[in-house]
């Protein structure tokens, strides 16, 4: 079974910034698009970020663009999510989540992704 275990979440002052991993296993990583989401409390989940098997094709949600970067190093299965200029409406669990289909290109739908990691809570204090 594939395993994805994000970290890095944790509580900070708006205008900080944080760097979020999430580590994969069980699953040949460099073949697979891999996306970030969140849920706020009482909120839909939603799409953060996604990017490409090859660390091409990133895109974002218009509320963290220009502020979040995603990325991944594909020799360490690990994808990254890089958070500045954090603000309060940022607050959420964060879940990384990754395609089953070898080579299928990043989506900004939560059906496509086929497994998700245990999230991590970011805080963003005013």
């Known amino acids: 079974q594939v395993q994805l275990v994000e970290s890095g979440g944790g509580l900070l002052q708006a205008g900080g910034s944080l760097r979020l991993s999430c580590l994969a296993s069980?699953?040949?990583?460099?073949?697979?698009?891999m996306a970030w989401f969140r849920q706020a409390p009482g909120k839909e989940r939603e799409f953060v970020a996604a990017?490409?098997?090859?660390?091409?094709?990133?895109y974002y949600a218009d509320s963290v663009k220009a502020r979040f970067t995603c990325s991944r190093d594909n020799a360490k299965n690990t994808v990254y999510l890089q958070m500045n200029s954090l603000k309060p409406e940022d607050t959420a669990v964060y879940y990384c989540?990754?395609?089953?289909?070898?080579?299928?290109?990043?989506?900004?739908?939560?059906?496509?992704?086929?497994?998700w990691g245990q999230g991590t809570q970011v805080t963003v204090s005013s």
């Open positions: 069980r699953v040949t990583f460099r073949t697979i698009a």
């Open positions: 990017i490409n098997w090859n660390g091409g094709g990133t």
């Open positions: 989540a990754a395609r089953s289909i070898p080579y299928a290109v990043s989506t900004y739908r939560s059906r496509d992704y086929d497994y």
